[in-house]
């Protein structure tokens, strides 16, 4: 396979003062090495595979990181992917919090690097979860059950803008936490929008 080009859109987040600085750009050169190209995406150095999306650098304060897009379907025999919460279906991160970390492991890398190309040339997809596989709070179901514009507007939303909702409404440990959380959010639901439209 041959070598990734660097593409200078992204330089931007390599040279930037951080305290991963060094590590992601190892990162850098390991992606590129397995011939994946260079995109920006979300602000991220993105790497990708004929247009398919492959791996992720990102950086957070306690750790800098390796998103594989469908991390869920590899094998990962190291035991080294993290699922980041609970909610999260379909991604998977590999963490370092420091360059001997990634040079250890560079050859696995490496390796999960190509599995991930190989998931994707087979067209293997992530059995997502369904809507009505999220918890439903009795508090908004009550709000469903007695409010028949509010049910019909939560129907037509996407899926995963209703499991969105299902998962912010949830999160609340209180009824009262959560009584509010869906009042401030029901006249986005009746204006057919999301969380975060």
Do not use: S
């Not at 590590?23 to 398919?52: A, F, N, S």
């Not at 997809?125 to 514009?149: I, S």
């Not at 049910?151 to 409404?169: E, I, S, V």
């Amino acid at each position: 396979m041959a070598e990734g080009k660097i593409n200078p859109k992204a330089d931007f987040f390599f040279n930037q003062e951080k305290r991963w600085q060094q590590e992601v750009e190892k990162l850098r050169l390991i992606c590129l090495d397995t011939g994946l190209t260079e995109e920006v995406k979300w602000g991220c150095p993105c790497y990708t595979h004929e247009g398919k999306n492959i791996v992720l650098i990102h950086t957070f304060k306690e750790y800098c990181a390796l998103l594989f897009f469908k991390g869920a379907l590899l094998q990962d025999p190291e035991g080294i992917l993290i699922q980041q919460t609970e909610n999260v279906q379909a991604a998977r991160q590999i963490r370092f919090t420091g360059m001997h970390e990634i040079i250890d492991r560079q050859a696995t890398i490496k390796a999960y690097i190509f599995e991930q190309i190989e998931v994707e040339r087979k067209g293997l997809k992530v059995e997502m979860k369904k809507t009505a596989d999220f918890a439903m709070p009795e508090e908004f179901q009550y709000r469903l059950d007695h409010f028949p514009a509010l049910k019909t507007a939560f129907g037509a939303l996407t899926p995963g803008r209703q499991r969105a909702y299902l998962m912010h409404f949830a999160q609340a440990k209180q009824t009262k936490t959560r009584e509010a959380r869906i009042e401030k959010y029901i006249p986005k639901i009746l204006e057919g929008k999301g969380l975060d439209d």
